[in-house]
């Protein structure tokens, strides 16, 4: 037996409906889901589609801090200043880059409204393996 591939990713948030502004607005994502109230967890949820992945969001506290622990979706490099636009408008909380050696792609990464951490990234991991060979 093996590991398909990723089920979902759930992040505990404050507000859902900010939540959903982020996945919706800034990453282009779509809500399939709202609890409604209608617990079927652990608390109201809502459930998105951002770049073909299952996003989950889940009512609750979130994290007391910061972390590098962090979820990268795949972006061209062409669509990365239209993101970071849209996340600035958002009002969400841009990190300053980490240093980079050439080849191993951009990133932009943002912090959530609940201190989690979220990159945009425009590598692959071919990519990055082949320049780390080098």
């Not at 939540?19 to 608390?43: I, P, Q, T």
């Not at 459930?47 to 007391?64: H, L, N, S, Y």
């Not at 910061?66 to 408008?89: C, D, G, I, M, W």
């Amino acid at each position: 037996m093996d590991i398909e591939g990723i089920s979902h990713v759930t992040f505990v948030v404050q507000d859902l409906e900010r939540m959903a502004r982020l996945m919706c607005e800034g990453l282009g994502g779509r809500e399939v889901y709202d609890s409604h109230r209608k617990n079927f967890s652990l608390s109201h949820e809502k459930f998105f589609v951002v770049g073909g992945t299952w996003i989950a969001a889940m009512q609750g506290d979130a994290p007391e801090q910061k972390s590098y622990s962090h979820l990268a979706f795949k972006v061209s490099e062409e669509a990365l200043p239209t993101f970071e636009q849209r996340l600035r408008k958002l009002g969400v909380e841009i990190r300053p880059p980490r240093p980079r050696v050439e080849g191993e792609g951009q990133s932009l990464y943002f912090y959530d409204y609940d201190k989690h951490l979220f990159e945009l990234h425009t590598g692959t991991l071919a990519q990055r393996l082949q320049r780390y060979a080098q």
